[in-house]
């Protein structure tokens, strides 16, 4: 599902405009081009409808971290972010998503070898399935 989502951020030019190919899993490089989109699944398990067994989807946290040299830089990649994939339906590379929701926001600094950072964070409810 990873793997899927991150390649549906790299197919958005409105993503790509602003973070070229750097929407990686678990980690950035450090010191490494910014702004930058990573990308962590918190859990994940089977979608159980009220009174029925499985629905035959995953219901997945993700934490989708929007790195940037600036605050407004990374809320501007949140946005977009958010403008891709907040409602969206598709498939992507044998991955069905039905439904995915922003949840939670926040933001954030952090700093590296001196220099600040910030950090634009989105939580995702994310309802997939293999297509």
Request: charged share 20%; with cysteine; hydrophobic share 45%.
């Amino acid at each position: 599902m990873e793997e899927a989502l991150i390649a549906r951020m790299l197919a958005t030019a409105g993503i790509t405009d602003l973070v070229g190919q750097r929407v990686t899993p678990k980690r950035r490089t450090q010191g490494g081009d910014l702004p930058a989109v990573v990308l962590h699944r918190i859990d994940g398990g089977p979608d159980y409808p009220i009174h029925g067994g499985a629905s035959g989807l995953i219901e997945s946290r993700v934490q989708v971290d929007c790195w940037a040299e600036s605050w407004l830089s990374a809320a501007t990649v949140a946005r977009a972010v958010m403008a891709a994939l907040s409602g969206a339906t598709f498939t992507q590379d044998g991955v069905r998503f039905d439904a995915i929701f922003v949840v939670a926001q926040r933001d954030d600094t952090d700093d590296e070898n001196g220099t600040p950072l910030f950090r634009f964070s989105l939580d995702l409810m994310v309802h997939h399935a293999t297509a």
